[in-house]
């Protein structure tokens, strides 16, 4: 790769230009800080979404919360809004310090969207609400319902045989295709999900069980992605929903924030001048951590400093950002080969939409190996009982990076956080787990297993 040219400059060109590549494409564990990181209120200004937008579809997931509650009775408890709890993680805490050597300071939380109901997933705040959304346009501009009606009504025959004329389409690594397939199916509309390689079976066998049809590739999500969108365009009664581009989803998504703040009330942790706030989240084409980000952007300003967490196999949002190159380049222009277990992870190219919106208010992102991934999997089950995903692990190693590395503490001292450390909080978000069936969270586990003793024989 010594002397290929991506956009207009060879590698070593870029590598000059950005130091850190050599390091990104040697494909170790690193801390990177956003230099084009601006004060809130100046970021903002340059973003075309607003908080309005934002309370749009907060509201917009009020007028279905009863037909949710409806189909998915265990939403009922919560009045079928679908969200997740956050919980205390110490003993985790604790063990992240061991593990890299390196304290923590302030309390550490996890955000259970592992635990999400209906797909188990932070796919099922932004895909379930760009489905609904659509939904709710063909019924209105069809005389079917008004913003004022019991929205239950969704759950009828009549409905449901409208929807039959209409079709989605998506394109996923397994997790957005579970919760678009769910929602979709439910509604009664069909529903096609075009799943990469990566995507595990047991989740084409889940949605297939739900009538979904799955259309399966033996490349990357790239290719699934291009497929999807061909297949919409043919027929006017299918509708795209665009992992790369979708506004809808990205603010089903930044609703969590209004959410978590009443939470992080309700347990007496204080997010202010004197308190900061950090959040982990894995990320893979941006979305999801980028649409949660905006949300918490929005909420807590510049108290909160949010960093994306990727493998070091496809670290697409990371060298995205760094060069400002977003979408015109993929991890194997730079001889990265973009293969990783953290399935929810494995995407080679970052979403411009994302990148654009959000250049100027992300900290920064950091990069975790697989193996990695699965100590800290195992590490939750035994001590937090918690499983989730390997994808979901991203975000736990967040703090232990942010301060073991040099970038990290300067960050640190650049936004005089220093003596406000011991009244931090760090929250890293869980983004998926739940729907895993016990085998294959057997078989995570076993790897991991596998993992610790070699790792202790080599040591
Ligand atoms: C999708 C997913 C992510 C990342 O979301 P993107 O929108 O692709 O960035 C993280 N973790 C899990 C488990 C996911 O399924």
């Known amino acids: 790769m010594g002397n290929k040219i991506i956009q207009g400059k060879s590698t070593e060109e870029w590598k000059k230009q950005f130091p850190l590549l050599n390091r990104i494409t040697s494909m170790e564990q690193l801390f990177w800080v956003n230099s084009r990181g601006e004060k809130f209120e100046d970021a903002i200004k340059k973003i075309s979404l607003k908080e309005e937008d934002v309370k749009d579809a907060e509201k917009r997931l009020k007028r279905f919360a009863p037909y949710i509650s409806k189909v998915f009775p265990e939403t009922q408890k919560e009045k079928g809004i679908i ?10 805490q604790n063990n992240i310090e061991k593990m890299f050597h390196e304290k923590v300071p302030g309390r550490m939380l996890l955000k259970c969207d592992n ?13 379930i609400y760009e489905v609904l959304k659509y939904a709710e346009n063909l019924a209105t501009q069809n005389n079917m319902l008004k913003e004022t009606d019991d929205y239950s009504a969704f759950d009828s025959h009549e409905f449901r045989k409208f929807f039959s004329q209409y079709s989605i389409a998506v394109a996923s690594t397994g997790n957005l295709g579970l919760s678009i397939g ?32 799955v259309i399966e590739y033996k490349e990357d999500y790239s290719r699934a992605i291009v497929e999807a969108r061909k297949q919409s365009l043919l027929d006017p009664n299918m509708y795209f929903v665009d992992d790369e581009n979708s506004r809808d989803l990205f603010l089903g998504y930044s609703v969590a924030a209004c959410r978590l703040k009443n939470q992080l009330e309700k347990i007496h942790v204080q997010v202010d001048e004197d308190h900061p706030l950090f959040v982990y989240l894995p990320c893979g084409v941006g979305g999801g951590p980028g649409g949660v980000a905006f949300g918490l952007k929005l909420v807590f300003k510049d108290n909160v400093h949010c960093f994306f967490a990727e493998p070091t196999h496809s670290p697409c949002m990371l060298l995205g950002l760094m060069t400002g190159l977003h979408d015109k380049i993929c ?18 190219r970052a979403s411009k939409f994302v990148g654009k919106t959000m250049e100027n208010l992300i900290s920064g992102c950091y990069t975790v190996e697989d193996e990695t991934l699965y100590m800290l999997l195992k590490s939750m089950v035994d001590l937090e009982d918690i499983s989730l995903e390997p994808s979901a692990l991203a975000g736990i190693s967040g703090p232990v990076q942010l301060f073991g590395n040099e970038s990290g503490k300067k960050y640190i001292e650049d936004n005089n956080l220093k003596n406000k450390l011991n009244d931090a909080c760090h929250i890293s978000w869980a983004t998926g787990g739940s729907m895993v069936p016990k085998d294959i969270m057997k078989s995570y586990y076993e790897r991991a297993e596998d993992i610790s003793n070699k790792k202790a024989f080599f040591s």
């Open 115 to 127: 635990a999400l109901a209906v797909s188990g997933s932070i796919k099922a705040r932004g895909g």
């Open 331 to 348: 991890v194997q222009d730079f001889g990265i080969d973009g293969i990783t277990e953290a399935d929810g992870l494995a995407v080679a």
């Open 182 to 213: 769910i929602i979709s199916a439910k509604l009664g509309f069909k529903v096609y999900v075009h799943m990469s390689a990566d995507a595990r079976q047991w989740k084409k066998d889940l949605l297939r069980s739900r009538g979904v049809t």
């Open 83 to 92: 969200e997740s709890p956050v919980v205390k993680i110490s003993d985790m």
